[in-house]
């Protein structure tokens, strides 16, 4: 029914900035909002940003001023730039969207499969 295809993960050195994209398709009645969240090896999943469709953001305070997310509605598209990036930043990055599909009667959250993001030397 849905389908969250992300990319722009991989190996950066501390300082440098990756680019994450997530791209939503299938039977999409409307979309409320998309965001991106991590989880590292034993730590809870937690949240880094979200944005609206009305272009309403959210920043977990440890990235304010870092990270910047951004949408492409007419692409139904949600990215995620990361500058500055540290070691702490290694994770698993999950692109969240909160929406409708034309065959359901309510919104509900879909998730991508996730990307790997590696910050070291």
């Known amino acids: 029914q849905v389908q969250l295809v992300e990319s722009g993960g991989g190996l950066v050195q501390p300082g440098g900035s990756l680019r994450l994209s997530c791209a939503a398709s299938?039977?999409?009645?409307?979309?409320?909002?998309m965001g991106w969240y991590r989880q590292a090896p034993g730590k809870q999943r937690d949240m880094v940003a979200t944005?609206?469709?009305?272009?309403?953001?959210n920043y977990a305070d440890s990235e304010k001023g870092r990270f910047t997310i951004s949408r492409d509605n007419a692409k139904n598209t949600v990215y995620l730039q990361m500058n500055s990036l540290k070691p702490e930043d290694t994770a698993v990055y999950y692109c969240?969207?909160?929406?409708?599909?034309?065959?359901?009667?309510?919104?509900?959250?879909?998730w991508g499969q996730g990307t790997q993001v590696t910050v070291s030397s």
């Open positions: 299938g039977n999409i009645f409307s979309i409320y909002h």
């Open positions: 969240k969207t909160l929406l409708r599909l034309t065959t359901e009667s309510s919104f509900h959250d879909y």
């Open positions: 944005i609206t469709t009305g272009g309403n953001t």
